[in-house]
């Protein structure tokens, strides 16, 4: 199915296989992508299954915001999602198939006997693992009806090799295996059974993962072998084990170093999906010092040989830089409708739109494109920052009162027009614009910083900018507190 290189000859198929947690952690939405990407260059399918064995934390919820954080980074997949819980019975029967070939055996130990096993190597200092005492003996020798588990019998010769995609070469000695658990004493299947039966079944070629997970492939193939020798079509995968993303200290990304769920991303850091599908793929995979790379070029480009072997760090600031240029680059009426839906019931989507030009170009996040429209929507009398309140000493406040009395003139409310009679007014004055246009904003907005100012009035139209202007042209000096 692929050559060692990890260059595909047949059909790609990938999967990210999730555990639902509670979110889509962004190292597994990395990990999404990456596998996504692959299968999408190469004309595969990509794939999606649910690890949710662990019934206590795998609630509905959790998986609805996997599928959620998917959905919304644009990851589609070629085929309903599978759930690994749905399949217990065939994991138990690849389990008995590798029982009765003479590649698995069932195990008696007790939990006591196990615990005894253990203290004992602790008291030795040698590694603790079972010391395959069932691997040999009969099992006519275990009292009758006595629980059991299924172990696979794991070569304890020689040493295994992965070409790993991404690590290189990496080997193993098979004694440093153990002979582990594949169905307990209930019939359940454990976790390292199931991940390689339904890779098998759902025709998985490249096993694109974490590399906390290289250990388990080394743990994986036997099964995999014993199978490919018992029925034939059980290849082994080309696994590619990626990097975990680091924190900017070095250590493993945890919620220390701040968000760590996507949704995080999406609904407090007010990130574009564009920018985090970008953001992540830089993250640890390159081409050339391209920062800035489309959904399409990724597809175009993405290979396994550009993934660093180094941990990669997350840099909010980098993060941030990207999602302010896809921000510019965004529709306006997409942006408002997003920061509408933030702002709630008070914000005019179309009135947002028209308002974009001028707000995005500084903006960085969908946050600061919320905040920075904010002005359009206050209601008199405007809520005041100190800043803007200092800004309207007596002597502001009268010349704001003259302005405005040209401003009631004006018909043409038009930027260039508005500039030209502030212009005529602060020329009059001897003024610099800078002077005039400050005590203006704060009147017309509450703040000190917003869009150009002429901008802002035409945005807010010659009604609402003269009742803002007027309301604090008239009025005498107010204190932050009580404005
Ligand atoms: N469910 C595992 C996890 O979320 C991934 C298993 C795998 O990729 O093989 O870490």
């Known amino acids: 199915m692929a050559s060692d290189s990890g260059a595909p000859t047949g059909k790609v198929v990938t999967r990210f296989a999730p555990s639902p947690t509670g979110y889509l952690h962004i190292g597994g939405a990395r990990t999404a ?16 299954r649910i690890e949710d064995t662990d019934r206590k934390r795998s609630t509905q919820d959790a998986i609805d915001k996997i599928i959620d954080g998917l959905d919304w980074l644009g990851l589609d997949y070629d085929e309903p999602a599978l759930f690994q819980s749905d399949r217990a019975e065939r994991h138990a029967e690849v389990a008995r198939r590798l029982l009765d070939n003479g590649h698995a055996y069932k195990c008696f ?10 203290a004992e190597q602790r008291a030795a200092k040698v590694p603790m693992r079972y010391d395959r005492r069932w691997r040999d003996r009969d099992p006519v020798e275990a009292p009758e009806g006595a629980p059991y588990v299924i172990r696979l019998k794991v070569p304890t010769e020689g040493e295994t090799t992965i070409e790993d995609a991404v690590q290189g070469k990496v080997t193993v000695k098979n004694a440093e295996i153990d002979d582990y658990v594949l169905l307990r004493a209930d019939g359940t299947p454990t976790y390292m059974l199931a991940v390689v039966v339904d890779d098998h079944d759902m025709g998985v070629t490249h096993v694109i993962r974490g590399d906390d997970h290289l250990n388990n492939a080394f743990r994986q193939l036997p099964i995999i072998r014993a199978m490919n020798a018992i029925e034939g079509g059980w290849p082994d995968p080309v696994y590619a084990h990626v990097p975990l993303i680091h924190g900017p200290d070095g250590a493993k990304m945890s919620k220390r170093h701040g968000a760590v769920g996507v949704e995080a991303y999406r609904d ?11 953001y992540l793929l830089r993250l640890g995979w390159g081409h050339g010092d391209r920062e800035e790379i489309s959904r399409e070029e990724a597809v175009a480009l993405f290979d396994l040989s550009g993934v660093g072997k180094g941990p990669a760090r997350f840099d909010i600031k980098k993060l941030q830089n990207l999602n302010g240029h896809y921000i510019r680059e965004a529709d306006d009426a997409r942006l408002a409708s997003i920061v509408a839906e933030k702002l709630g019931s008070s914000a005019d989507e179309k009135l947002l739109a028209k308002a974009m030009p001028v707000l995005k170009p500084r903006a960085k996040s969908i946050n600061e494109l919320s905040e920075g429209s904010q002005f359009l929507f206050a209601k008199r009398p405007l809520e005041m920052t100190e800043k803007a309140a200092a800004l309207l000493d007596d002597e502001a406040r009268a010349r704001l009162a003259e302005l405005s009395k040209m401003l009631h003139l004006q018909n043409d409310w038009t930027i260039e027009a508005l500039e030209a009679t502030t212009k005529t007014y602060a020329e009059a004055q001897e003024l610099g614009l800078g002077k005039l246009a400050q005590p203006m904003r704060a009147a017309l907005t509450g703040t000190t910083t917003s869009p ?5 009035l035409v945005l807010l139209g010659k009604e609402e900018s003269l009742a803002r202007i007027d309301a604090q042209a008239s009025s005498p000096a107010r204190s932050a507190q009580d404005a």
Request: hydrophobic share 50%.
């Open 33 to 48: 992508l990456f596998n996504w990407l692959f299968a999408r260059h190469h004309g595969g399918r990509a794939l999606l």
């Open 109 to 118: 130990a007790t939990p006591e006997e196990l615990e005894a096993m253990r």
């Open 268 to 278: 407090d850091e007010g990130i574009l999906p564009e920018a985090l599908f970008n």
């Open 452 to 456: 150009g100012i002429f901008d802002v």
